[in-house]
């Protein structure tokens, strides 16, 4: 009795568990989608950013601390920035107005050609001194070897792309590092019919760059993380379905 064992059943085995894996991961969002057909987005909860999930500190290098001196018969303290007391941000809650301002262009255009052309040819006609043996036959032919060989490539890249985004919003003072400098982090969601937009910055800002009005602009921002997007029936329907994001992954081309 013979038994036939089809290679096949492996991989389609294989095939249907990432299949279901990926229906199976998708599966709570897909139900959460079904469960707010008809229904306006959910604004998120106002939260202390410590206490979301994945929040670490910052660390960075930090100087030397300096402590503060006081002058003999002086009201005035070496560091102080202004005699009368600063209503700009400078402690943990703080709040400062962030004004985002990001233009951004940029435009490259690159070509590169390369040729090259390979031609050897090496002729032997007498191998080991066949010509001095009048019975010998030459064991090999005129030519020994002979080669040719193109090479050709043309490249061109172009890039061409415009950004532009003007807003402002207003974050809170997260941490305050041992040189003084601040951590902030500001959140605005805005939701228009069924589609919500938010908008996130983020980063380490030096009090002496907050202005007057306690408001920074974003290019003085170190370490700046800013995202501005949106979810909603819109974005949903700009994204692909889960089956062709899957495909995208695991097909190789």
Known sequence: MTRIIDNRLPRRVATLAVL??????????AIDRLANIGETP?????ENPTAAPGYKPVQMPMPTPQPAVYNPNSLWRNGSRAF???????????????????????????????TRTNNESSAITDFIGT???NNAV??????????????????????????????????????????????????????VNF????????GIVRPEDIQSDNTIDSTKI?????????????????????GQQLFDVLLPF
């Not at 959910?42 to 106002?46: D, G, P, Q, R, Y």
């Open 222 to 242: 170190a370490e700046a993380r800013i995202a501005y997007g949106g979810r909603g029936q819109i974005t949903d329907l700009q994204q692909p379905r889960y």
């Open 84 to 114: 009368f007391k600063d209503q700009r941000a400078h402690q943990i809650g703080d709040l400062l107005t962030v004004t985002v301002k990001i233009t951004d262009k940029a435009k490259y255009e690159n070509e590169t050609k390369r």
């Open 131 to 133: 010509k001095t043996f």
């Open 42 to 46: 959910k604004l998120s909860a106002i």
């Open 195 to 202: 589609e919500i937009r938010e908008l996130i910055v983020a």
């Open 138 to 191: 030459a064991p090999l032919p005129g030519t020994l070897l002979a080669d040719n060989s193109n090479s050709a490539q043309d490249g061109k890249g172009t890039i061409d792309r415009k950004e532009e985004l003007t807003t402002t919003v207003a974050a809170v003072v997260t941490q305050v590092l041992p040189n003084g400098n601040l951590v902030v982090e500001g959140r605005q969601e805005i939701r």
């Open 20 to 29: 279901l894996g990926a229906t199976l991961s998708g599966g709570c969002s």
